[in-house]
């Protein structure tokens, strides 16, 4: 069945409340608003201090996960905005067919707003809590989908449950985005159950959640699953934006951080370009390295390069599949599919990343803390969530924020709500409660 770009751009939102009066917006669209929501919120300003890759910079300031999705929707707002001037042209008659831009970019503002903190090991210390650690002995507590969640907890499930869920304390609808935005960012649109790989869009928490913005949007499921869905095209364009970023950007930091030399990252940046059919660009980059001599500077204008080259090539896959993604058979990453020069230096930075990034002292280091820490903290307060009576689980308890203790009924919630509270620390705040928990701190003691 072929998407409908007349209901993929929706502007209901989630929620009871009442729709925005479209003249009281102060000529914000309500894309532009969404967006607003996003970056004035607590747990965006809290991804400052959520390790992106490398630890969280002293002397040297790399990239956190706020300043990656600040950098991922710029890259998504150019992405989006082409996108709806090639609809535009194709005839698409939608009043905010140009606000495909404003969608894309509050979609990856939220991408990983439902990352736990320590990186990218994270995730996989939670899933680890519940696979080999002490959480093997709450599978008896749980149905088969509900333990599925939690053995391969994904950030991307966790995000669209931090954005739409009804905390407690909270209105009805979380943030009460539009459906639009909300599916934007959701890469893996089935639940847990049953994955190939731990990779899903959607706690059974909020299964019903997305069968409403499916049906709204008219998302079709993928051959008889019921909780299977094919993605938004936007989708499509949000990951390009975040795998553009990580890929150049890492190696930016890599080079500040000294582990990869300018030498090094200047080739693997040149390598982007044809030395035949790149020719004058190649030649205007030269020239700019006469008149911009820092090392640093040169480093960063041809990061911007390759960008702004990246960028032009994954929207160029994407108008050449248009078709197959509208029809939801299109199932890779754009950036996957550029050719060339793109192609085989991608294919160069890609095994370096996990040799001199993915695998440095200061990013293992940082992961195995987050796997201690995490498994810790998830230990002592499910734990306490579970036996709520006992003198050190009330104590526990009372230093969970209010918006986590809920009147929970199953222990599927009360587990969850520990995951929530857990996964939405910085790194500093884990660490700390870490400590104090443990006895290795204590409050008013040097």
Known sequence: ??????????????????????????????????YDRIIFSSPFRRMQNKTQVFPLPGSIFVHNRLTHSLEVASVGRTLGSILGETLARQGEDHPLIYELGAVVSAGCLAHDMGNPPFGHAGEEAISNYFTNGNGRDLKGLLTEAEWSDFTFFDGNANALRLLGHQFRGRRDGGFALTYTTLSSFVKYPYESIGVSKPKFGFFQSEKELYQGIAEELGLPQTGNDPLKFVRHPLVYLVEAADDICYQIMDMEDAHKLKIVPYDTIIGLFRNFYDPVADKAILAKIEKNFKIVTDPNEQVAYLRASVINKLVKECIAVYEANMEAIMHGSFNTALIKEVTGSSKKAMDVIQP??????????????????????????????????LSPTAGL?????????????????????????????????????????YRKIKGINLPGIG
């Not at 409908?4 to 939102?13: D, G």
């Not at 940082?366 to 903290?377: C, H, N, P, R, S």
């Open 352 to 385: 370096l990343s996990v040799e001199k990034i993915y695998h440095d002292r200061s990013v293992v280091e940082i992961e195995v803390a987050g796997y201690k820490i995490l498994g810790t903290l998830l230990d002592e307060f499910i734990q306490a969530v």
């Open 393 to 433: 689980s009330r104590r526990l308890l009372s230093l969970m924020p209010a918006q986590y203790r809920g009147d929970h009924q199953s222990d599927y919630e009360k587990i969850q709500s520990v995951i929530d509270f857990v996964s939405g620390m910085t790194d500093l705040f884990a660490l700390d409660l």
């Open 1 to 34: 069945m072929m998407m409908n770009w007349n209901k993929l751009i929706s502007t209901r939102r989630l929620g009871s409340l009442p729709p925005t009066d479209e003249h009281e917006k102060y000529n914000r669209t309500q894309f532009q608003r969404d």
